[in-house]
Each structure stands twice: as structure tokens, then as C-alpha cells.
């Protein structure tokens, strides 16, 4: 384990160009209540549009989420055929975004670094930007990578008549059964976020990942990013930081103001040498 560490480390440049960013409990906190509307929203959903029994709810969306990185991608994956834009407005529509609040110290943070910034979430871009706009982030983000960058919104629509019972096959697992393929592209799998950082032209060894999700951390890390859990206090594998609040992102992170504080020193000396030169 060491050695592997080790290895990452060698294997990493000093020098990072790019902070990724996701979007919910991330760049604001968990205790702003939308996460539980929005698993509410997802329950509904399950009930008046999939016509799934109530019972079931809950346990079900568990299992999809544990297993497939979204409740919505394991919906696909065990049958479900639904409008993907209908999903994502009944599911984040409602939401309560007038909890959302500017943040005028995490504009400021995010405006003093000169590295690329961008956003990586599984939600759509609607969503996306509602919640940029309400935080007052929406210019300090070169980009968002969203639901809609890896998945195409206008797939066929058919039936939902061969559904695989996930939940009988989690109670009662039958030994070699395979559970089926989503065919939607998110975070935690690794394809995805390779994908992801490939749209972006994003290097990740050079590129810094910030999640509230520990899976997602530890996916980011197998694919040789830095890594930052946001939202919590304890130490778990496969972040190299922690923290309990975006907000605390320079005390755990000052390296990349200073190096961008050195690089200011080297732009402001060659102008000195060039305007020495002249005047020579
Ligand atoms: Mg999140």
C-alpha cells in the first residue's frame, strides 16, 4: 500500500492545472435539505410515472443508488424506459432552491485562483445552472460537465416489460447471476469520469477532484486524480484531503495559491528583465 502510494505520488506533477468540481453537498452543505427533497422527488417519481409500489420505494432506490452510482441509472439498467428530461424536471423542478444562498466567500475563493475550474455532476444542465445561479458562482466555472455531456437525451423509448427483480436478487443472490448494464454514463464508474476528463481535456494527473460522495473519491483516485472529500471530518481512503467545508479549501490547499503567487513573481521579473533590456 505504501509503495502504491508512493508510486501515485512520483507519477503526479507538482504543477495543477485544473480543480474539478461537483455540484450538490459539495459546493454547498449537506444541511441546506435539498438532497432529501430531492429523494423524495425520485420516490414519486418511482410511483407515478414507473407505477412502482410504495412498499418498495425506498428499499429499491437504495439498492439502484448502492449499485449503480444513480437511482436513475439503475432504473435503466433493471428495465425502467422513461423520458430522461421528464426525470430530471419532476425530480429537481420542485426543489426548494430558494434555500440556496450567494456565497460571497466561495465567488471570492474561487475567483483568486487562476486554474481552470470546472464543474462535474450527474445532474442535468438545468440543474446545474439554477444551482450556480442561486449560490452567485455562475461565472467562476470555465465549464459543466452534466448528465447531458455523457448521455444522449433522445434515446428510443420502449417498454418496460422485462424488468429484472433487483430486489429478489439482492435478498435471495443466485450464485454466477450478473446484475444487467445500465446504459447511462455517471460518477462513481470509471469509464465515465475517464470520459469526462477527456471531453474536458483535462489531464488528471495534473487536476484536483473535489466530492461529497467517499465512492466517487476513491473512483477519482483509481483514475490518478488528486482527491478532496468535502463535507466531512474523517479521514478515509483514497482522499488526500478533507474538508469539512468547501470554505476550507485554502487552508487545506494553500500550495495552490502560493504557486500561483510564484508564478506572478516570474511574470513580474521577466517583465522586469524585458524592460530592462529595452532601457539598456
Ligand atoms: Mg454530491
Not at 34 to 43: F, P, W, Y
Amino acid at each position: 500500500m505504501a509503495y502504491e502510494n508512493l508510486y501515485h505520488k512520483e507519477q503526479r506533477s507538482s504543477k495543477v492545472d485544473c480543480l474539478i468540481f461537483d455540484l450538490d453537498d459539495t459546493l454547498y452543505p449537506l444541511s441546506s435539505g435539498l438532497a432529501g427533497e430531492c429523494l423524495k422527488n425520485i420516490g414519486e417519481y418511482m410511483v407515478e410515472k414507473l407505477g412502482i409500489e410504495r412498499s418498495k420505494v425506498s428499499e429499491l432506490s437504495n439498492l439502484l443508488y448502492k449499485n449503480y452510482g444513480t437511482t436513475m441509472a439503475g432504473l435503466r439498467a433493471i428495465g425502467y424506459s422513461f423520458n430522461y428530461d421528464d426525470y430530471h424536471s419532476f425530480v429537481h423542478g420542485r426543489l426548494p432552491y430558494e434555500k440556496l444562498k450567494p456565497d460571497p466567500i466561495l465567488r471570492h475563493l474561487l475567483l483568486s485562483l487562476p486554474i481552470r475550474k470546472v464543474i462535474f455532476t450527474n445532474a442535468d444542465k438545468v440543474h446545474a445552472a439554477r444551482v450556480l445561479s442561486k449560490l452567485g458562482l455562475e461565472d467562476c466555472f470555465e465549464g459543466i460537465i452534466c448528465f447531458e455531456s455523457l448521455n444522449d437525451p433522445n434515446y428510443e423509448l420502449c417498454g418496460s416489460n422485462n424488468l429484472f427483480d433487483i430486489l429478489e436478487h439482492s435478498a435471495r443472490p443466485i450464485a454466477g447471476a450478473e446484475l444487467p448494464k445500465t446504459p447511462i454514463l455517471c460518477k462513481p464508474s470509471e469509464f465515465a469520469m475517464e470520459l469526462a476528463l477527456k471531453l474536458a481535456n483535462i489531464d488528471p494527473q495534473r487536476a484536483i477532484f473535489f466530492d461529497d460522495s467517499v465512492r466517487n473519491i476513491q473512483a477519482a483516485k483509481r483514475i490518478g486524480l488528486g482527491t478532496v472529500l468535502v463535507g466531512s471530518s474523517h479521514a478515509v481512503k483514497g482522499a488526500d484531503h478533507i474538508l469539512e467545508s468547501i470554505h476550507n479549501i485554502r487552508e487545506a490547499l494553500s500550495e495552490l495559491w502560493e504557486e500561483d503567487e510564484k508564478s506572478e513573481d516570474v511574470l513580474y521579473q521577466s517583465k522586469i528583465a524585458i524592460a530592462t533590456s529595452v532601457t539598456a
